[in-house]
């Protein structure tokens, strides 16, 4: 196969659309938005060959805002619907996003049954540990002892849902969890993620600055992960799942030597052959 042609070099600011975000002034993800379009612009993609879908919530405005094709999609849909994009697309790099409500509580099955399937795909959540978008409930990340919620009063006694070790057990290939108070850090981060040729599932730590103010202080609370003393990336991985739920950085990847699932683009194109054979005789 002949080399890709070379692209002309990018800027962050060719992938944001001239839409103004509505996000509260403060919130988390205005840095999110950076670092993805910092991320695209370091591995100088074309902006007609990447896609964008979302759930809803705040986090998942987040295709409006740029400059590439997106998909607003249903609440905790946005994986079932990139997942039939990449099938049909495999050409397209596929980024999805969206918040903690939207994909570990409604969309919380598409979440483990995605890190099964292995799709070539990025899934950024941003995590705020509150439902912002209608008005400040509690959602699967929320502390079992916040009591802000009218609906919560006395805290949901719930333990939390924990996003990076059920990535983990479902098998997912690429785990990283990353803050948007650090921007550089998480567009690092990203284009990892967005190279790694399967489901990469990126856990962002972004304050939602009005129904969760007390967040404004993980700026002094977050840090990034010291270099593992293991060559065993479970044993690395289990290390920063069982330590600081604050700390940044990868927690798990594949070595490329055990990637053995097939990815759902390949089980397309085998389905494609198989058909084609058929009709064939
Ligand atoms: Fe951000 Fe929270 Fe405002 Fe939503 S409600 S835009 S998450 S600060
Ligand atoms: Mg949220």
Redesign the pocket.
Known sequence: MPDPAPQPPRKAKDYKSDVKPIWCPGCGHFAVLSAITKALAQLALPPEQIALVSGI?CSSRLPAYTHVYGFHGVHGRALPVATGLKTARPDLTVLVTG???DGFSIGGNHFIHACRRNPDLTYIVM??Q???MTKGQA?PTTAPDWTQSKLTPHGTGLPRFNPAAIALAAGAGFIARGFSGDPTGLAQLLVEAIQYPGLAFVHVLSP?VTFQPEQKAWKQRVHQQTESTTDDPLVAAQRMLQGDPMTTGLIFRTPASVISRPDVADQAATLTQMREQFLSG
């Open positions: 919530g918040g903690d409500g995590d705020n509150v439902y912002g959602s939602c």
